[in-house]
């Protein structure tokens, strides 16, 4: 028994220290966007960004671009490397995300020479995104209509980087069994008199006590 118990504490100090030392590993959620600048999460510091570790961190679109996509998987992003203009590439080279022209929730969007993320897309077909400029603005969010109109520079398209969470499987209840009614036809009731009754059964009835005697 008490073996089993620090077992059982054993684990249980083991799975804290697991989700202490690793607080951004959990599964992507909802999507929720970013309207508003980042505010010490570490997506976009130096405690878990890529960019920033190496001198480069926001304000700077890839940085941002790559804590953003953190933020939402709860994983390290695939692209860690390369400036604005090479994104699109180095993910098309080696095949990290799907890619395409449609925007999408959490889709990296990709310029000759920048990148951002894209928080909303509204019925009008207005897309926001939320984005870092290198050396300039730390954070803002900007919304297009035409995206081949950034500064004169060549769109690309989206990089589809964000993990969208499985939707689970919609479960039906059996429909409820009902039991069919059956139907007997009613029968015709025939009456004997007690001596038509004898007759046909071949039975005498006994006048002591009115029992039926078999006359077999």
Request: proline share 6%; aromatic share 16%; hydrophobic share 30%.
């Amino acid at each position: 028994m008490n073996k089993l118990i620090k077992s059982i504490i054993a684990t249980v100090l083991l799975t804290i220290a697991i989700i202490t030392i690793y607080p951004v590993t959990a599964m992507a959620e909802e999507f929720h966007p970013r309207l508003t600048a980042p505010s010490g999460e570490p997506y976009y510091t130096s405690e878990l960004n890529t960019y920033s570790q190496t001198g480069y961190g926001m304000p700077n679109c890839v940085a941002y671009a790559f804590g953003r996509i953190y933020e939402l998987n709860g994983e390290k992003p695939k692209i860690d490397r390369g400036n604005a203009g090479e994104w699109w590439f180095i993910n098309k080279s080696n095949d990290y995300y799907e890619y395409g022209s449609e925007p999408k929730l959490g889709a990296v969007a990709c310029w000759s020479g920048h990148v951002a993320v894209v928080e909303d897309i509204a019925d009008d077909g207005a897309i926001t995104v939320s984005e870092s400029h290198w050396g300039s603005t730390y954070f803002n969010t900007n919304v297009y209509y035409d995206m081949y109109s950034h500064y004169g520079q060549t769109f690309y398209g989206y990089i589809y980087a964000y993990n969208e969470p499985e939707e689970e499987p919609e479960i039906k209840e059996p429909p409820a069994y009902k039991m069919e009614e059956e139907y007997f036809e009613p029968q015709e009731m025939t009456c004997f008199t007690a001596l038509e009754f004898s007759q046909s059964n071949n039975t005498i009835m006994n006048p002591n006590n009115n029992s039926l005697l078999n006359a077999n």
